[in-house]
């Protein structure tokens, strides 16, 4: 199975950034989608962005489009989460997966989580 670590996450101001990073081990890192999700406290987890095998196409919650960039370094095994102009709603803990297929927005659709690193941002 795919192993999944993420990093990066803590406290930011309204309007400041932070990167994400998810390291990723035990398969073949480049035959996978990725994804971010995030889940605040008391509510469900939430699709972020997703990124296809090869970085070509990535895809954005409406919340986070403009604001956040996904990507990955598959000579890493690696995917980032660029995160700028963050709101207080951006609290939450986030987490990368690794899709099987090419990449969804769908939670179902992923095979493999990490263990998530919390994200909190003051107003």
């Known amino acids: 199975q795919v192993q999944l670590v993420e990093s990066g996450g803590g406290m930011a101001q309204a309007g400041g950034s932070l990167r994400l990073s998810c390291a990723a081990s035990g398969r073949i890192f480049s035959s996978y989608g990725m994804g971010w999700f995030r889940q605040a406290p008391g509510k469900e987890r939430d699709f972020v962005a997703a990124?296809?095998?090869?970085?070509?196409?990535?895809y954005y919650a409406n919340s986070v489009k403009g604001r956040f960039t996904i990507s990955r370094d598959n000579a890493k095994n690696t995917v980032y989460l660029q995160m700028n102009s963050l709101k207080p709603e951006d609290t939450a803990v986030y987490y990368c997966?690794?899709?099987?297929?090419?990449?969804?927005?769908?939670?179902?659709?992923?095979?493999?989580w990490g263990q998530g690193t919390q994200v909190t941002v003051s107003s």
């Open positions: 997966a690794a899709d099987r297929g090419g990449g969804s927005r769908n939670r179902d659709d992923y095979d493999y």
């Open positions: 990124i296809s095998l090869s970085g070509g196409l990535t």
